[in-house]
């Protein structure tokens, strides 16, 4: 099992098994074993032995490598996600909207947003199958950040529209860059259930503050599973466990069949010397108990 990690192999494991349409009760009961033992070993708390792997290779007809086999990828390689395709118009409707909920807490700077912007776009593919704005998300040490080229131009375009303001201050002896909505959202934009994500993510996220939305984005599988600096797999909000769920095994299972028939190309960027130097130098990383 060299060259590949037990998360990666719980990640195949659990992908090839909803390929299949089968639920940890069925490759337990093949296994021998508990269902929690199938479910600690696609969260990659568990190693999968010898006899396991046999077994089950042969339950799901599959080869060892397609469980243990390192992937080899090239750097321009195109990564298959389901509904993600980057919407300008819905990020600066997301921003306004998420703002108007939190944008008037003193929590709330650059590094809250882009947390909060994450799960905003993540838990609603995991509810639907479609992120709100399609927007790229790196893996950086202090949690995901927006790529730079999707999200810079919208937030200077709506600066210079008077759309948005941006305020440099300190909070608690740090310094912190908040933004502050000038206009309403337009709702024919985004969808109610889109809304009701936001809403959703604003109330129980909103309060936390830099080291408390970290500590809990360093727990959401997404996040755990992708590699320092690589952009983060939508995809991978299937693998989510409890606090990070939203669907139940049997809705998860329903949802990757229909994100299945829709799949559509994204090219992930891998992330510039530009983009590496600005969210390694942030200046309110703030960690306040």
Partial sequence: MVGISPKEI?????????????????VAKALGVHRQTISLL????????????????????????????????????????????????????????????????ANVGETVLYKLLYFCDFNHYEKTGQ???????????????????????????????????????EYFGMPQTRYIPLCDPDPAVLSAQEHRTIQEVAEKLGLMNATQIEEYVHGDVPWEATEHRQPIDYELVYM????????????????????????????????????LRYYENLPDRSHVL
């Fill in 42 to 105: 696609e969260q990659g708390k568990r190693d999968l032995t010898a006899v396991e792997l046999d077994t089950l290779a042969n339950f799901l007809q599959i080869s060892y490598d397609d469980i243990l086999a390192p992937q080899r990828k090239q750097p321009q390689e195109k990564t298959m996600q389901s509904g993600v395709r980057f919407q300008p118009e819905k990020l600066r409707q997301l921003l306004l909207t998420l703002l108007q909920f939190v944008g008037g807490h």
């Fill in 131 to 169: 992120s709100i704005t399609g927007m790229t998300y790196k893996r950086m040490q202090f949690g995901p950040v927006p790529q730079l080229s999707h999200f810079v131009p919208v937030v200077e375009k709506m600066l210079q529209a008077q759309q948005l303001n941006k305020v440099l201050h």
């Fill in 240 to 275: 989510r466990t409890e606090p990070y769920a939203l669907r139940t095994e049997a809705e998860m299972l329903h949802m990757a069949q229909d994100a299945a028939a829709m799949d559509s190309e994204q090219h992930l960027e891998p992330m510039s010397a530009e983009e």
């Fill in 10 to 26: 719980g990640i195949r494991i659990r992908k090839i098994r909803l390929d299949r349409e089968l639920s940890q009760d069925d």
